[in-house]
């Protein structure tokens, strides 16, 4: 693999280098990573060379958040273990650069052989974790150098080579690189294990199911509404939705007689777009208006209604206030998350659009998913759930099931880093 490693390091380095500055300036998220990386790195200066380190690389804040069941139970059972947490996209570390359970967090500096050198020797880790699928040649290649344990965690493998036979051996060269690789499902380890690779294959999950568990026991007790607020019978939280959900939404909670609250959650609540979805439910709330109420100590009752979500980062815990999930996406360019739902243990619909999502077919097959066509089909298929208690709880506990089966992968991982580090594994 010498020919790679010349193309990579003589032609795709020094043209990404190139590609980032002219583009820079027009680009907001490059601009920013651009502005703020060598400040970042000064947080290296924060650890302490004589304490072990573990770092970890996600790409950006949906890999992290499969990284912080591990890091959380690592700092809570060895809380002198130092954490070094690195984000190669903006969104990843402007919004979790202070997170609490890190020792020091950065951007992770472009992979030129220059900064691969100078991050390596400022960071002096003892254990280097890679998130899912972003690796990076040179990164790669001095860890290996360094005999420092290099391990690649919730791995998916890469879709490139279904397409591309001939990746197939770039990414056998690259994966050898690391010495453990835990895969996110039976299905992946076996895809893995076919390109014949000598670093360590483990069959495991996909920690993000630890952080949904832990999430949902913690929103559990203590839900955004009370549910003493609700008059009607049934909650229907509407998750992520786009204009086309929402179309179908509406026109099937006008037609549907049964008592039910629904909960609409954009997946960009921008002013213009709530106002716009307010105009098609004229005696709808937002949520807003309700938090401050309930803040005040008001005493709320909602009857057959619609409430608006009109800010961001409610939605895992609005689903503890849900009898059902609709989760959006399905029709456009795919669903989102149907795993944070199922973790409360609740019938999950969707619309057909939905294979791009893991834990389709899955859900799917066990009765926990149910798929709709339209307005219509939406209306039937809550009636049934509404009115059927026994298949609305069969669904939901296949919901839960489903989540309950997955769970493992954090306590496999740690146990590794544990005997790795020669830490003593707590009870």
Not at 34 to 62: C, E, P, V, Y
Not at 64 to 78: G, T
Not at 260 to 283: A, F, M
Not at 340 to 363: V, W
């Amino acid at each position: 693999m010498k020919l790679f490693s010349f193309f990579y390091n003589v032609v795709f380095v020094p043209f990404f280098i190139i590609f980032n500055r002219i583009l820079s300036p027009f680009i907001p998220k490059l601009k920013e990573r651009n502005r703020d990386l060598l400040s970042s790195l000064n947080a290296l200066d924060k650890l302490n060379r004589r304490k072990k380190t573990i770092w970890f690389h996600s790409s950006s804040m949906g890999e992290f958040e499969q990284a912080k069941p591990i890091i959380e139970r690592i700092k809570s059972s060895n809380p002198e273990v130092q954490i070094l947490c690195t984000f190669f996209s903006p969104s990843g570390f402007r919004t979790q650069k202070n997170y609490e359970f890190a020792d020091a967090i950065s951007y992770l500096p472009f992979d030129s052989r220059k900064n691969v050198r100078n991050f390596i020797e400022k960071a002096q880790p003892d254990i280097a974790i890679f998130v899912r699928y972003e690796i990076w040649f040179n990164y790669l290649s001095l860890l290996s150098a360094k005999n420092i344990k290099t391990i690649l965690i919730n791995a998916t493998f890469p879709s490139a080579i279904r397409k591309f036979s001939f990746l197939g051996k770039i990414y056998r060269f690259m994966f050898n690189l690391f010495d453990e690789i835990y895969t996110i499902s039976e299905e992946h380890f076996l895809l893995f294990s076919s390109l014949d690779i000598s670093a360590k294959l483990f069959r495991s999950h996909d920690t993000r199911f630890e952080r949904i568990f832990n999430k949902v026991s913690e929103y559990k007790s203590s839900p955004i509404f009370p549910k003493s607020c609700f008059l009607s019978d049934t909650v229907l939280v509407a998750g992520s939705t786009w204009t086309e959900d929402e179309i179908i939404l509406v026109k099937s909670f006008n037609s549907i007689d049964a008592p039910l609250t629904l909960i609409i959650v954009p997946h960009e609540p921008t002013p213009s777009h709530i106002s716009q979805l307010r105009k098609k439910l004229p005696h709808s709330y937002l949520l807003s208006d309700l938090l401050s109420r309930l803040a005040s100590g008001e005493e709320i009752k909602i009857s057959k209604g619609v409430i608006v979500v009109d800010s961001i980062g409610y939605l895992l815990k609005l689903y503890a206030n849900a009898d059902i999930a609709y989760i959006g996406g399905s029709f456009g360019a795919g669903v989102h998350s149907l795993a944070e739902p199922a973790g409360y243990g609740i019938p999950l619909i969707t619309g057909k659009n939905c294979m791009n999502s893991p834990d389709t077919p899955s859900l799917l097959s066990s009765g926990a998913l149910h798929t709709i066509c339209d307005a219509s089909e939406l209306t039937l298929c809550l009636e049934r759930l509404i009115s059927d208690q026994s298949f609305r709880e069969l669904s939901g506990k296949s919901s839960a099931l489903y989540i309950q089966n997955n769970l493992g992968a954090t306590d496999q991982i740690l146990t590794m880093l544990y005997k790795h580090l020669d830490l003593v594994i707590p009870n």
